[in-house]
T-cell receptor, first 113, second 110 residues
Framework: ETGVTQSPTHLIKTRGQQVTLRCSSQ?????VSWYQQALGQGPQFIFQ???????GRGNFPPRFSGLQFPNYSSELNVNALELDDSALYLC????????????FGAGTRLSVL | QKEVEQNSGPLSVPEGAIASLNCTYS??????FFWYRQYSGKSPELIMS????GDKEDGRFTAQLNKASQYVSLLIRDSQPSDSATYLC??????????FGTGTRLQVFP
């Protein structure tokens, strides 16, 4: 157990809809990173939040957005869902320092039909 | 484009053998390297972290780093069927942001 929890575990949406995924960090961690993992691929960095501010973004369009709250929990929002958004979405928490270990939650499996 | 390359496998080894997993990376400035294990349908779990050239041992696992060759490896001694999983190599591209390889699928047969 990493102490990082994600909800929901599974989600089915249709193309064009919007979705919100949630993540609760490990106690004491102030940084949350979100990753998208398509089937058979490694996780791809979406963005990171440090103390409620976005702190870096990967190669994902603006319809992927996020929030981090004062208690360091986080949300990932995806608008105008596309079929290719079907993936495992992972959040990881850490202290945000160079070389820090990131601890992953169990993930949310999103299927877009 | 910063990249991390792994052979996708599957790598099949008999129980009790040494499994050797390899990873190369493109960013010479990278300083932190990680191996994660991922069982099918589950999330990645950290196996090893390594920051300096040379070997780092933890139980049956040994990580090896060669920054000059931009090469990281993971050795698993006395492989067990429970080690069968996908092993992800991750490199820190910027402070606390990871680039992952596609993973190597390891199969340990009895």
């Amino acid at each position: 157990e990493t102490g990082v929890t994600q909800s929901p575990t599974h989600l089915i949406k249709t193309r064009g809809q919007q979705v919100t995924l949630r993540c609760s960090s490990q106690s004491g961690h102030n940084t949350v990173s979100w990753y998208q993992q398509a089937l058979g691929q490694g996780p791809q960095f979406i963005f990171q939040y440090y103390r409620e501010e976005e702190n870096g973004r990967g190669n994902f369009p603006p319809r992927f957005s996020g929030l981090q709250f004062p208690n360091y929990s986080s949300e990932l929002n995806v608008n105008a869902l596309e079929l290719d958004d079907s993936a495992l979405y992972l959040c990881a928490s850490s202290f945000g320092r160079p070389g820090d270990i990131q601890y992953f939650g169990a993930g949310t499996r999103l299927s877009v039909l | 484009q910063k990249e991390v390359e792994q052979n996708s496998g599957p790598l099949s080894v008999p129980e009790g053998a040494i499994a050797s997993l390899n990873c190369t990376y493109s960013d010479r400035g990278s300083q932190s390297f990680f191996w994660y294990r991922q069982y099918s349908g589950k999330s990645p779990e950290l196996i090893m972290s390594i920051y300096s050239n040379g070997d780092k041992e933890d139980g049956r696992f040994t990580a090896q780093l060669n920054k000059a060759s931009q090469y990281v490896s993971l050795l698993i001694r006395d492989s067990q069927p429970s080690d069968s999983a996908t092993y992800l190599c991750a490199v820190e591209s910027d402070t606390d942001k990871l680039i992952f390889g596609t993973g190597t699928r390891l199969q340990v047969f009895p």
